[in-house]
Nanobody, 123 residues
């Protein structure tokens, strides 16, 4: 079982950078695929990025490729999302999540969720 707590959200200007952190507690953290999702007001939860348990394989939504980087430090039980070249359309609540499923692109397969952290990008 895993508990997740996000941090690092805030207000940033377009073109700027922000790094989100997700601190995990619980057993067997390295066995979980970790994902980042985001949700803007009135919209569904959108896949952002995922990373496997070992941390040697990642995947991103097309709009995030080249701008966002997901990473993890299993010794610290922490997952990160480095966000560069931020755009106003990136404004959303960002969630980290953990799944034991092979399918990582849908929020329905994730077992554990953080409370989310607000990211606001101004133009």
């Amino acid at each position: 079982q895993v508990q997740l707590v996000e941090s690092g959200g805030g207000l940033v200007q377009a073109g700027g950078s922000l790094r989100l952190s997700c601190a995990a507690s619980g057993r067997h953290f390295s066995n979980y695929v970790m994902g980042w999702f985001r949700q803007a007001p009135g919209k569904g939860r959108e896949f952002v990025a995922a990373i496997n348990g070992k941390g040697d394989s990642t995947d991103y939504a097309d709009s995030m490729k080249g701008r966002f980087t997901i990473s993890r430090d299993n010794a610290k039980n922490t997952v990160y999302l480095q966000m560069n070249s931020l755009k106003p359309e990136d404004t959303a609540v960002y969630y980290c999540a953990a799944t034991d499923s092979y399918y990582y692109g849908s929020p329905t397969t994730y077992n554990y969720w953080g409370q989310g952290t607000q990211v606001t990008v101004s133009s």
